[in-house]
């Protein structure tokens, strides 16, 4: 498992991909794992409500998936599926491990959904990070580039983000 975690510490620096992972089932219910672990972690953290739940425990990697998958069909890439979405769900958990839960923590969460600009910094950084590890992960999967890796996950992005805006109400 130690030689999991740094391949994917390696990815997030930018010097391995996908590539480096094995094409395993095991290893994608073990990253999927961490990274539902890890996202209630989050929602713990952050006095989430129910349907915030829902939405990220199961709607986010439900979609995160079909959204890889679907890119990858499109590029004629299907074979590199498990690779890339091991790769892209156990960057999203070590990065939501070691930089996500500290920052908040850090920063402070307000339980009257308030958002301060030091909030709205870490979120900013967060999701640019994430779009910068997942795009350079598309990118080398999909035989692409920068740009377009970058632009697949922002649609991604966008569309969790227009889902949860639509079935999660603020405030709760």
Same mark, same amino acid.
């Given at each position: 498992m130690q030689q999991f975690l740094k391949v994917f510490v390696d990815i997030v620096l930018?010097?391995?991909?996908?590539?480096? %992972?094995?094409?395993?089932?095991?290893? /994608? =219910?073990?990253? %999927?794992?961490?990274? /539902?672990?890890?996202?209630v972690l989050q929602l713990?953290?952050?006095? $989430?409500?129910?349907? =915030?739940?829902?939405?990220? #425990?199961?709607? !986010?990697? /439900?979609? %995160?998936?079909?959204?890889?998958?679907? /890119? %990858?069909?499109?590029?004629?890439?299907? $074979?590199?599926?498990?690779q890339t979405i091991a790769a892209i769900l156990g960057t999203s958990a070590l990065l939501a491990l070691v930089l996500s839960l500290p920052l908040q923590l *850090?920063?402070?969460? !307000?339980? =009257?959904?308030?958002?301060?600009? =030091?909030?709205?910094?870490?979120? #900013?950084? *967060?999701?640019?990070?994430?779009? *910068?590890?997942?795009?350079?992960i598309i990118k080398l999967a999909t035989d692409s580039n920068l740009f377009t890796g970058v632009c697949v996950t922002a649609i991604y992005v966008f569309v969790l983000n227009a889902i949860a805006s639509r079935l999660v109400p603020m405030g709760t």
């Open positions: 930018w010097r391995r991909g996908p590539q480096d %992972l094995p094409c395993s089932l095991l290893l /994608v =219910a073990a990253t %999927l794992a961490a990274y /539902v672990l890890v996202s713990a953290l952050m006095h $989430e409500s129910g349907p =915030a739940y829902l939405v990220f #425990l199961v709607l !986010d990697p /439900v979609l %995160l998936m079909g959204w890889v998958w679907v /890119v %990858l069909r499109v590029y004629g890439k299907v $074979e590199r599926f498990l *850090l920063v402070g969460v !307000d339980t =009257a959904r308030t958002t301060t600009p =030091a909030a709205q910094i870490l979120a #900013l950084g *967060l999701i640019l990070v994430f779009l *910068l590890v997942s795009g350079r």
